[in-house]
């Protein structure tokens, strides 16, 4: 695609539920990453992928939260039992390698956990 | 821990220059300095990167002093559109585990 697509753009689950983000990265991109952004805030680091390889899982904010990216393309960011402060607007970006350079975000995922 | 320093808000008036500075004092000597902008309910946007000196596109202006502490983006005649949350980036890891801070949340006024 032209740019980076993220599914769904809204999201609205019940605590205790599990959810699913997509994001399909612009093609040839080797490098993407998963960011969450609270209300007002600036953007929290999650993960980088390289490729199908995930170099650097620290920022998963716990065990709830996990990521994969299969055939170098698309990723699921996956966060069970969902909790009130999940909610924010989870960014995904893709670049044709890593550090950032250049990098393309889609437009997010508002999750809202009620 | 790689960490970026910038002025949490800025104003400003259509037509004026704008310069924010960024600071990143542990900055690696394979890092490129970056800076992105953000307009409300979008992802970030890439607006300008580079290594030392200065750098111009046709949007901004950086600029690094030989040091490579700090770097100054600096926006030509800013109009309202401009109002955006702008982040430099530090780097963690080798560049792969990029920090965005807080940003610089400016506010362009007619």
């Known amino acids: 695609g032209a740019g980076v697509s993220q599914s769904p753009s809204n999201k609205v689950t019940e605590k205790g539920k599990d959810v699913e983000l997509r994001c399909d990265p612009i093609?040839?991109?080797?490098?993407l990453y998963w960011y969450r952004q609270s209300l007002g805030q600036g953007l929290e680091f999650l993960i980088y992928?390289?490729?199908?390889?995930?170099?650097?899982k620290s920022g998963l904010p716990s065990d709830r939260f996990s990521a994969e990216r299969t055939g170098g393309s698309v990723s699921t960011l996956t966060i069970q039992r969902t909790q009130q402060e999940d909610s924010a607007v989870y960014l995904c970006?893709?670049?044709?390698?890593?550090?950032?350079?250049?990098?393309?975000f889609g437009q997010g995922t508002r999750l809202t956990v009620v | 821990l790689a960490k970026t320093t910038q002025p949490i808000s800025m104003d400003s008036y259509e037509g004026q220059e704008v310069n924010i500075t960024c600071s990143h004092n542990?900055?690696?000597?394979?890092?490129?300095i970056t800076w992105y902008q953000q307009f409300p309910s979008q992802g970030p946007r890439f607006i300008i990167q580079?290594?030392?000196t200065k750098v111009t596109n046709e949007v901004a202006s950086l600029f690094i002093p030989a040091d490579r502490k700090s770097s100054t983006l600096s926006l030509p005649r800013v109009s309202l559109s401009d109002t955006a949350v702008y982040y430099c980036?530090?780097?963690?890891?080798?560049?792969?585990?990029?920090?965005f801070g807080a940003g610089t949340r400016l506010f362009v006024k007619a």
């Open positions: 093609s040839g991109h080797t490098a």
């Open positions: 970006a893709s670049s044709l390698e890593g550090g950032l350079t250049e990098a393309f």
């Open positions: 542990n900055i690696a000597t394979n890092d490129y």
């Open positions: 580079g290594y030392k």
């Open positions: 992928f390289q490729g199908n390889s995930a170099p650097d």
């Open positions: 980036l530090g780097f963690e890891g080798g560049g792969f585990k990029t920090i």
